[in-house]
């Protein structure tokens, strides 16, 4: 029997300007573990005159995992952050509460060609910290656990796993896990992973019971304890997932929550300008009308 319980296809998603493979969430598959969102940027060449201008915008209830394969974004933040994340480094940054914040092309690329591509994703918050303070981690390329088994390169970007322990400050039980191969080698994770687990294919292909699966989808295991597959050569794979919440969440744009109120609340106050501001930032991007929230259950 396959272990393979669902394939989620990224969907094109603009995101003002610059087009996006969204892959979480998705109708019939919200949530993996605490991962509640994913998109794929790229891999794109930006020219001269195209730039990503992410205006200042709000967060509510989540954590935003940034990493990047190529180029670089301009980071700013309420917390006082402006930090420039460049390839294998790791942006994190916890919203709790509220936070804002924007993403440009850093200025001195901005009247050249340049390349883009990378994942953005946000993790659910447990319901008992959603209204913690907001919080930003930077953590670079040398700090994340990276080991070689058997020819198979592996780094832990965030959580545990493999008796390591990636220097990301997580709120929940998860792993988000970069697996690179060579050659065409068997994987065996078995014990390693927990909870739910998802396989994002970036580049190669994967080999499970005979079928084989290529680039830019999502499989979602039936069992996390299960995961074996055939890695083929020049492939480079995520594993991502952890610990389901008990409680449903709600998604209104930037906003995660428990419950509706608390999104509410969020919309109301971002349209009342109650947020803070980034120093040196201008227009906010407005609440977008008629957005419906997208429920999530387990």
Not at 235 to 260: C, D, H, K, L, M
Request: with cysteine; proline share 8%.
């Amino acid at each position: 029997m396959s272990n393979i319980n669902m394939i989620i296809e990224e969907r094109p998603a603009d995101i003002g300007n610059f087009l996006v493979g969204r892959l979480l969430p998705f109708r019939g598959k919200r949530m993996v573990g605490p991962f509640i969102f994913i998109d794929h940027m790229g891999p794109a060449l930006l020219k001269e005159h195209q730039n990503i201008d992410v205006g200042p915008h709000p967060h509510i209830g989540l954590s935003t995992l940034t990493y990047l394969f190529e180029g670089a974004i301009m980071h700013r933040d309420t917390l006082g952050t402006a930090i420039e994340i460049f390839p294998n480094q790791v942006n994190w940054m916890t919203a709790g509460k509220g936070i804002v914040h924007s993403e440009r092309t850093p200025e001195y690329l901005r009247h050249s060609d340049k390349k883009l591509h990378g994942l953005q994703i946000w993790v659910a918050l447990p319901k008992e910290l959603e209204d913690m303070p907001p919080a930003f981690y930077h953590a670079e390329a040398d700090q994340i656990p990276a080991w070689e088994t058997d020819g198979v390169s592996y780094k832990l970007i965030a959580g545990e796993a493999f008796g390591h322990k990636s220097p990301v400050p997580v709120y929940s039980k998860l792993f988000f896990l970069e697996i690179k191969s060579p050659t065409t080698k068997t994987i065996r994770l078995g014990d390693e992973l927990f909870g739910e687990a998802g396989l994002y294919i970036l580049e190669g292909s994967i080999e499970s019971e005979g079928n084989t699966y290529e680039p830019k989808r999502i499989l979602v295991a039936k069992n996390s304890q299960l995961c074996e597959f055939v890695i083929h050569a020049n492939t480079t794979i995520y594993i991502f997932g952890g610990e389901p919440f008990p409680e449903e969440r709600f998604i209104y744009w930037n906003f995660v929550a428990t419950s509706q109120e608390i999104i509410e609340k969020a919309k109301k106050d971002w349209k009342e300008d109650v947020f803070p501001r980034i120093d040196g930032e201008g227009e906010l991007i407005p609440l977008p009308p008629e957005l419906p929230h997208l429920r999530v259950k387990y």
